[in-house]
């Protein structure tokens, strides 16, 4: 089974400041999707940056990119000149893109920049 | 916007009750997610639905049920409601290529 985990419960930045965040995850399977989605205080949920297991090449979106090491298993998100609107739960996720389709998400990590 | 919608926004009811949660998929999309968030937790995948069939089941109580109409909206239907349903239910949806998910305002159920 399938298994993704973020190990950092709070974190905090300064504002302008980079963060990053870990995810790693567990799986056999060799085709994939990983995801970073956001969760602001209006608890409305944001897609932010995905990756495909296939790329090599780590995604990136504006202030945000990805550190995807396939063989660690690991799938860190950095954000780049922090603001006060990246105040967030951020939640990684993990699809496999064959058999059953299920998303499987970590527990968050809940980030809050400084003014 | 992600183009999702769901309705109602909150839903106040008794214990024992039964609801319905709506959700209207973007426009070109034929996969549906339901999701449930307890305070301050994380998601649990709850089922999915491809072009009006199940394709996937997660930690989906046998008192929650759901389905998927012709037009590829969405209910999800809780019946003999707890205390402990009171959460926040999201509904997802994605396209045929890409797979990832666009996800509605949410639905925030509490049961009194």
């Known amino acids: 089974a399938q298994t993704v985990t973020q190990s950092q419960p709070e974190m905090s930045v300064q504002e302008a400041e980079t963060v990053t965040l870990s995810c790693t995850y567990d799986?056999?399977?060799?085709?994939?999707?990983l995801f970073w989605y956001k969760q602001p205080p209006s608890r409305q949920m944001i897609l932010v940056i995905r990756?495909?297991?296939?790329?090599?090449q780590n995604a990136t979106e504006n202030r945000f990119s990805v550190n995807f090491q396939k063989a660690a298993k690991s799938f860190s998100l950095k954000i780049s000149d922090s603001q006060l609107g990246d105040t967030a739960m951020y939640f990684c996720?993990?699809?496999?893109?064959?058999?059953?389709?299920?998303?499987?998400f970590g527990t968050g990590t809940r980030l809050k920049v400084l003014a | 916007d992600s183009g999702v919608t769901q309705t109602p926004k909150h839903l106040i009811t008794a214990t024992g009750q039964r609801v319905t949660l709506r959700c209207s998929p973007r426009?070109?999309?034929?996969?549906v997610y339901w999701y449930q968030q307890s305070l301050d937790q994380g998601l649990q995948f709850l089922i999915q639905?491809?072009?009006?069939?199940?394709?996937a089941k997660g930690n989906i109580l046998e008192r929650f049920s759901a389905q998927q109409f012709p037009d590829l909206h969405s209910e999800l239907n809780l019946s003999s409601l707890e205390l402990g349903d009171s959460a926040l239910y999201f509904c997802?949806?994605?396209?045929?290529?890409?797979?990832?998910?666009?996800f509605g305002p949410g639905t925030r159920l509490t049961v009194t």
């Open positions: 997802a949806s994605s396209p045929p290529v890409g797979y990832e998910q666009y």
């Open positions: 799986t056999s399977e060799n085709n994939y999707y």
């Open positions: 990756q495909e297991a296939y790329k090599q």
């Open positions: 996720a993990f699809m496999k893109t064959s058999g059953t389709y299920k998303y499987i």
């Open positions: 426009s070109g999309d034929l996969s």
């Open positions: 639905y491809y072009n009006g069939e199940e394709r």
